[in-house]
């Protein structure tokens, strides 16, 4: 992905400039899938799923995999990670058939830092599948009761959705909130899981 596309709901940004960003270069591979909401981009190091993305036409996909390249230090290599994108495929299979949570392979946080990895491994640990929250609840379950927007943030900067289920964000009021996916594609989801906030009906 190149640099200008770093301001699109759920794209993959510039490496953040932080001690725990990715060194050196790291083995990855990807492939597209086909689901009930389009195609989705699916990544993977040796450590786990790294990278989802939403929407994954052949543009879509070819800006992910050199935004991958720039961020893990390196062109793909098949031969890395390629179990983890077969069991996230098979994985989504099951989920979009309506067999409940969404248990994949492990997963790399590597893309993401700081309170952003804070707020999306607590929605990873703490709401599942039939469950939502609002994004003022999140931040007060990450002790920081006052960034319902930073929480926002977070949940755009995800680069593991569905995975970590941002979709289950919702606002406080019953309005279903932002979604890198889009709404729609957030209502999909959100009706698949049996939980589409009121006032939505």
Request: glycine residues 14%; aromatic residues 6%.
């Amino acid at each position: 992905m190149n640099s200008d596309t770093s301001a699109e709901p759920g794209a993959l940004g510039p490496a953040p400039e932080r001690s725990d960003a990715p060194e050196g270069r790291r083995g990855w591979t990807s492939a597209v899938v086909e689901s009930p909401i389009g195609p989705l981009f699916l990544a993977a190091t040796a450590a786990g799923l790294v990278r989802v993305a939403f929407h994954a036409d052949a543009r879509t996909a070819a800006r992910e995999r050199a935004a991958l390249a720039a961020r893990l230090g390196g062109p793909e290599d098949p031969a890395t990670g390629a179990h983890a994108v077969e069991a996230a495929g098979e994985a989504l299979e099951r989920y979009f058939a309506g067999d409940g949570e969404l248990a994949g392979p492990p997963l790399d946080w590597s893309l993401v830092t700081g309170f952003q990895r804070e707020v999306l491994r607590v929605l990873a640990a703490e709401v599942p599948f039939g469950a939502v929250v609002g994004y003022g609840e999140l931040a007060r379950r990450v002790g920081q009761p006052g960034a319902a927007q930073a929480v926002g943030l977070a949940m755009g900067a995800n680069p593991l959705p569905l995975f970590v289920a941002c979709h289950r964000v919702v606002e406080r009021d019953g309005g279903i909130g932002g979604f890198g996916g889009g709404v729609e594609t957030k209502r999909q989801l959100l009706a698949l899981e049996g939980v589409l906030p009121e006032p939505l009906f």
